[in-house]
């Protein structure tokens, strides 16, 4: 019953190290999604997948690269990190795109870059 | 995808019926309105979702407005594992990149 597993749940980055967060689900979803979350603010979208193989851009993706090998994972690369990366990132996923499609997500991964 | 407005924050007292508002007047005919709720340091949970008639689940009812312009989310008898940040958000029918957050109500259960 493990849904959508994020790791590490928490980091300290030096400015300009690099760093992957892994996310994998056990859902069998085709789409995939990762988050970041800044105090007192809702959710922004970084990248998203629709499937293995295939990325696409979100509403912040700079300074951020994703893959998508499998189906089952999403890593969420970080080149370079800057203070401003500083967040709370969420991974999810769902089967499709539809609204009936609820989009379940991790537990977060708390990164503090300083 | 439409905005919502949606209250920063509402007390309910334990065991009464908590009734978190959302607008959301630019609405599409295709689009849902669709609640999540965040727990401290946890990740969105998915709470219901409709798109013209009032839905219920295990967890709670949601209540559109004829014109569609604004809802209502329920939980009928709050108890203090609700206090959470309550999302109210419009998603459109097509496209990955169609789940928006706001910065929610935080609503704040009281003993």
């Known amino acids: 019953n493990a849904g959508v597993t994020q790791t590490p749940k928490f980091r300290i980055l030096k400015i300009g190290q690099s760093m992957t967060l892994q996310c994998t689900q056990d859902?069998?979803?085709?789409?995939m999604y990762w988050y970041r979350q800044d105090p007192g603010m809702g959710l922004k979208l970084i990248y998203y997948?629709?499937?293995?193989?295939?990325?696409d851009k979100g509403e912040v993706p700079n300074g951020y690269n994703v893959s998508r090998s499998t189906t089952e994972d999403f890593p969420l690369r970080l080149e370079l990190a800057a203070p401003s990366q500083t967040s709370v990132y969420f991974c999810?996923?769902?089967?499709?795109?539809?609204?009936?499609?609820?989009?379940?997500f991790g537990e977060g991964s708390w990164l503090t870059v300083v | 995808d439409a905005k919502t407005t949606q209250p920063p924050s509402m007390d309910c007292a334990e065991g009464r019926a908590a009734n978190l508002p959302c607008n959301h007047s630019?609405?599409?005919?295709?689009?849902?309105v669709y609640w999540y709720r965040q727990i401290h340091s946890q990740g969105p949970q998915y709470i219901i979702h409709?798109?013209?008639n009032n839905e219920t689940n295990e967890m709670a009812s949601l209540i559109i407005t004829e014109d569609r312009k604004s809802s209502t989310l329920i939980l009928p008898h709050a108890t203090l594992r609700d206090t959470a940040v309550y999302y109210c958000?419009?998603?459109?029918?097509?496209?990955?990149?169609?789940?928006?957050f706001g910065t929610g109500t935080r609503l704040t259960v009281i003993p």
């Open positions: 999810a996923s769902s089967y499709g795109q539809g609204p009936g499609n609820t989009i379940y």
């Open positions: 859902m069998n979803h085709n789409y």
């Open positions: 997948s629709v499937g293995a193989g295939i990325t």
């Open positions: 630019t609405i599409s005919g295709n689009e849902y």
């Open positions: 409709g798109l013209k």
């Open positions: 958000i419009v998603r459109a029918q097509t496209g990955a990149n169609n789940l928006f």
